[in-house]
């Protein structure tokens, strides 16, 4: 009897034991689901981007160096570079090249008669460069006619004798032969009727001479422009052309520099006229050729023993031509001639184009004389304590 009940008594503990093993067994794993499921609902309420932002966050990836460079140079900085180009750089070459009102009218007028104009021969542009050159340094081409032989680079090295005071004239443009003319309209042919002088101011020598005045006015020079006409017969021009400046001369004391400006004639034995040309700034523009002269035992020249200051002026008013506007100048020509050079240290004879040449290129040309012959005259400007 006592073992049997000793027997209930073990099975009964066993089964006692046993069973809270399998309860806690069985709660541990509905504890585990409970929890499984509660983790995958909190993760079915967050929003996907808090969750890529918190993989991001622990597993950073560095960024494409192409891309941090794309960021770092915006694409406005092409823009603000472009604007930092002035705005009135082209305004100002256009109204440099700006052909005048008057000249455009003149044209004009041309235009409308020029239905039956007569053919009376052939134009044809030319860029004279290196033509008869005897002498070369830089951007300076002489073409020397004379015995004496010269030392272009020594020369370029020398001062002119200049000292301008702007208070008082400096220069004086005047015309031996007034009357030369031009072409009104730019074609491959002149008319038969074309007049090659005419005492009209606002198409001779007259116009041009104003437009180198003006670019010198502009630039703060008082300079004198004598308009008389000096070929009404042609014979004795450049006798009373030097007494004209001889009274300019004892007038203002302050004059230094004279100039006899005037305009070339170019023929072929078929009756083509050359018109030399030159593109400056893009715009065509009469080329303009310096004479200077020379006295030599033979060449019958006299009274010019300072032939040699004239020259310093010329040929470095010629490099200051070319700097500025690169081929505007035919080489220069040192030749045995005197003119009226030989009545201040800085007197020339300069050639404007030509009669095949129109007025519109021959005042444009004047134009640019004008403005590197101050460019020039600055140099020798006095000092203001003096």
């Not at 030369?180 to 309209?185: A, K």
């Not at 042919?189 to 007049?195: D, E, H, K, Q, R």
Request: proline share 4%; charged share 20%; net charge positive.
């Amino acid at each position: 009897m006592k073992k049997q009940i000793r027997l209930r008594a073990v099975l009964l503990l066993f089964f006692t034991v046993g069973g809270c093993f399998l309860l806690i067994r069985m709660h541990t794993a509905v504890f585990s689901l409970l929890a499984r499921m509660t983790v995958q609902a909190a993760q079915s309420f967050l929003p996907t981007a808090f969750v890529t932002r918190t993989a991001a966050t622990t597993a950073p990836t560095a960024a494409p160096v192409t891309e941090t460079v794309t960021e770092t140079v915006p694409t406005s900085e092409t823009t603000t570079a472009a604007a930092t180009v002035p705005s009135t750089a082209a305004t100002t070459a256009d109204a440099f090249t700006a052909t005048p009102q008057d000249v455009l009218d003149r044209m004009a007028a041309a235009k409308k008669t020029a239905g039956g104009d007569k053919k009376g021969g052939s134009i044809k542009a030319r860029t004279y460069v290196n033509d008869g050159v005897t002498d070369r340094a830089g951007n300076v081409r002489v073409k020397n006619t004379n015995k004496t032989q010269i030392d272009l680079p020594r020369l370029l090295t020398q001062r002119v004798d200049l000292s301008v005071d702007k208070t008082q004239p400096t220069v004086l443009i005047f015309h031996t032969h007034t009357t030369e003319t031009y072409q009104l309209l730019a074609r491959d042919f002149y008319s038969a009727g074309f007049a090659t002088r005419s005492s009209d101011s606002g198409q001779n020598m007259v116009r041009v001479g104003d437009e180198i005045c003006s670019a010198l006015r502009t630039a703060g020079y008082r300079v004198l422009h004598d308009t008389k006409i000096h070929d009404a017969r042609y014979t004795g021009a450049y006798e009373r052309s030097r007494e004209t400046v001889q009274q300019y001369l004892k007038k203002y004391p302050s004059l230094q520099i004279t100039l006899d400006i005037h305009r070339d004639a170019i023929q072929l034995s078929d009756g083509t006229k050359i018109k030399p040309v030159a593109k400056i700034n893009g715009k065509p523009a009469a080329q303009v050729m310096i004479i200077s002269g020379c006295q030599e035992n033979g060449n019958n020249v006299t009274a010019f023993p300072d032939w040699r200051q004239n020259l310093v002026f010329a040929v470095r008013l010629q490099q200051q031509m070319e700097t500025d506007f690169p081929g505007l100048t035919r080489p220069l020509f040192f030749c045995p001639r005197r003119y009226n050079m030989n009545l201040t240290h800085c007197s020339l004879l300069i050639e404007i184009g030509s009669d095949a040449n129109t007025l519109e290129e021959a005042v444009y040309a004047g134009k640019c004389v004008g403005t590197s012959l101050a460019a020039l005259m600055q140099s020798y400007e006095k000092e203001a304590s003096e």
